[in-house]
Nanobody, 125 residues
């Protein structure tokens, strides 16, 4: 079993930055792949970024490339999402997710087994 706890959400003005944290407990194997997703009411959950805990390989959605980065601190069992140059379109509830095995679709929500409760990000213009 894996438990994921997100933090770091909040309200920021457009152009500002936030860093989200996802602290994980449980087997490292079961969270080999950890991703960040976001969702707004009435829309599907969208993959934003993912990382392989073992290899460090990363994947980012085109919509956030150049603005968001994903990183990990294995000593703290934490995966971060650094969000810069935030836009109104980035406002959403952000979720951390993890899984042991994954196919080519690292940013597909259906590929992940474990989910956190989410943290809200609000961007004002």
């Amino acid at each position: 079993q894996v438990q994921l706890v997100e933090s770091g959400g909040g309200s920021v003005q457009a152009g500002g930055s936030l860093r989200l944290s996802c602290v994980a407990s449980g087997s490292t194997y079961t969270r080999t792949f950890t991703g960040w997703f976001r969702q707004t009411p009435g829309k599907d959950r969208e993959g934003v970024a993912a990382i392989s805990i073992r290899s460090g390989r990363k994947m980012l959605a085109d919509s956030v490339k150049g603005r968001f980065t994903i990183s990990q601190d294995n000593a703290k069992n934490t995966v971060y999402l650094q969000m810069n140059s935030l836009k109104a379109d980035d406002a959403a509830t952000y979720y951390c997710a993890a899984t042991a095995l994954i196919g080519p679709g690292w940013l597909a929500a259906s590929a992940y087994k474990y989910w956190g409760q989410g943290t809200q990000v609000t961007v004002s213009s």
